[in-house]
Each structure stands twice: as structure tokens, then as C-alpha cells.
């Protein structure tokens, strides 16, 4: 990615400031209005301070499971409930059982071996060995899930709209084959050649490999346990996501009483400044926890790699992924017990998870709806993670985390 963001994004709104005062850009400066110059398939850290995001400092994930935090995001009497359901699940606790620090040990040494029927986990386990054994020559690439539209096709888009709404019907040209020319596009070309890394140096926020930089853990238990095993990426993050899913629809399958289900429909939505203006971007998730009216209470995001260095530009393209959805469906109801709405991301990269709750208030739903954009508000993420798929208890716990948000929104 050109021109990488500092390593450690801006946490409070000081350090928001600090930033759009570098960059030379003015506090009432709007995502909606920034001027880019040409299409683009990556954010950049301008766009990313203009969606006005703080990564609040990330606790270790074994704090998620506190009462009080437990209460905070997902209630703790829905953990306790998806605890005892779980323990009841006998396909559940076999797969617990089966795991050990190296996976794959079925005695025959065979890649993807099963020794024991697992019921709905076998092939979560089976996938859980391909995350972990499998890399790629091309090492660390990934599907790009973001479209950013240039301010000049925008507001070209708005003037046709309004002459649309404006003048008489028009009669139709013939078009005997139905098909629409194509726009040509520049999508993935860079929004400009400056580099902004000097610039973070003097506010501490660091450069893109800055020992020290934030790390979330669970347990003792961490990348580092395995040197160099896990540096290149897999060879297809399609592998991870089909993990992801799999495990999802495992650990809620045998469960009553659930009003959602797991999709792998890659959904896209849109930030738009308004009903009828053209889109600022467009971000896609690699599925989502469905409703059954069809709208999401939970998004998924997957990189073949693990994010190390990737950290900063993984969390300023799921935070697009964030904001964009709260753009689509504003008003879900899914709250905290401090009145605060939020949502949550689940992202695995490789063979790392990760749970991404995010709050807000109604200011910044008016914010990123560009309806009122003078008032200062956050959408406010912390992460919470690595859970490691070759780790029994760090996968108990997230067994009983996914589950509890999934009665939460029930």
C-alpha cells in the first residue's frame, strides 16, 4: 500500500486532531466532500481520519470476558446461556477435545486427516489444518473490497441527477441489445504520490514497523510460539473465509431460539452523502450475521496473512467496512447498556480472530449520513483478539462470545 499510515492509529481525538492538523486538513472537512483526485481500491489515511475513527487502546481479549465487559457488549446472562448450550453440544466438545498446539496429528500423517467424526465441526477442523499448513507463492495478497468514487464524478453525477429530477420525461433511445456501455475507470490507481510517514514522527504515533506497536493477545499463547511458521500468506483467502463461515455455522447450527444465520453472501454497501447523490465508496464484506427482514447485525472480514505489519491499513479498511454499514442501516437497535449504538466485526487473518465492537451515537449516524457534520463525534473501535484456531481454549471462548452476541441481537 502506498503511502502507509503510522503504525499506531489515532486513539483519542487529540490524536485525531494532531493528525488532520499535519495533513492540512481542516476540522470541518467531510468524507463526503474530500476532493480525490481518481478512483481508488485502497483507503488512504486522509480518508480514514475524515471518517473520524478513534482505535481505542486494545485490552488482551481475556478482558472481553470480565463481567463488566461481558455485560458491556454482549450481556452476561447471554454468555452464560451460550456456555451451558454449548456444553450440551457433544459434536462441540470433541472437536475441544481433538485439538492440540499442532494440528493435523490424525496418526497418518495425511494433510487434512480426521481420525474422529466431529459431526458439525469435521470440517471446521479440516479447514482450521489448511489455514495453518497451506501458504502461497504470491505471498500476501488480497481481494480488495474498496471502491472510492473521485469527487468530479461525484458532483458530475449530482448535476445529472438534479437536471434529471428538474426536466420533462425524455423519450427513450432505442438500444435493441439492452446493454449499457461501460464507464471506463481507473480504479486501483493511488489517490497521489505524497508521502506522509515523516510527518507522524513528532506526534508519536510511530512509523509503519514500530516496535512496540499495539499487540492484543489472549493468553500466553501467541504468534510467537511458532517462529516463522506463519510469516507468508495462504494461498487463497477464500480458504480463510470458507474457516470462518464454517466454524460460525458449527458453533449455531444445533442452537434454538436464534433469529439470524450466517451468510457467505459478499455484500457491498455504500456511503453516500445523500438519498440521491452518487456513492463516496463502496466497501465489501466477505459475508454477515442476516436477519430475517435481510439486514446484517454482524459483518465478516478475511486476509490471507496475518497482520503483523499489515495492522494499521487492516483496520482503516475494516473501519470503512464499519462506517459504510452504518450509513446503509443507521438505525438498528442494537445498543449498549450505556445507550450507545454499536456493531461488531469479525475478522480472521489466517489463523488469527479477532472481534471488532464499535460504538457511536446519533451524531455520528447524522455524520456519515452528511446530514450533520458540525458536530464532532467518533465512531469508537476496540479489538479484541488474536483467538487462534489451533487453540482449544482459545476457541472455547470464542464458541461462547460468537454465540452470546448471536442471542444478544435475537
Known sequence: MANPPPSQLPSTAADWKACMSTLQLSSDQTIHKYSQATSASEIKFPQYLLLRVLYLDSPPASVLLKDENKNHWIGKNNYDKARDKLKNISSWRKYLEYKDPFMGRGGSGQSGYVSLSLGAFSLVYYYQQQVISKTSRNNEHSTSKLDFTPISKRLRSQNMTAASRSA???????????????ESGTSGVSLDDNDF???????GL?????PGSSSVI???TSPAKYPGLHDKAIEDEQIVNTCLLLFLHAVSIHIDGLTSE???HRRSFQLKSGPHDSKVFEARVDGYLRKKDGTASA????????RGRHRSEIRMQEAAQLASWICNEPHKNIMTPTNEHMRLLISQDRHEVYLSFAEFDSDYIDYILGQNTEKLSFLRIREFGPFEVQTAEHMEKLSRLVLAYMFKVS
Open 218 to 220: 489472549l493468553s500466553p
Open 168 to 182: 420533462p420525461p425524455a423519450t427513450p433511445k432505442s438500444n435493441p441489445g439492452g446493454v449499457q456501455p461501460l
Open 197 to 203: 510517514t515523516d510527518r507522524f514522527g513528532e506526534l
Open 262 to 264: 450466517w451468510t457467505l
Open 299 to 306: 459483518v465478516i472480514e478475511v486476509k490471507p496473512y496475518i
Open 206 to 210: 510511530g512509523s509503519l514497523n514500530t
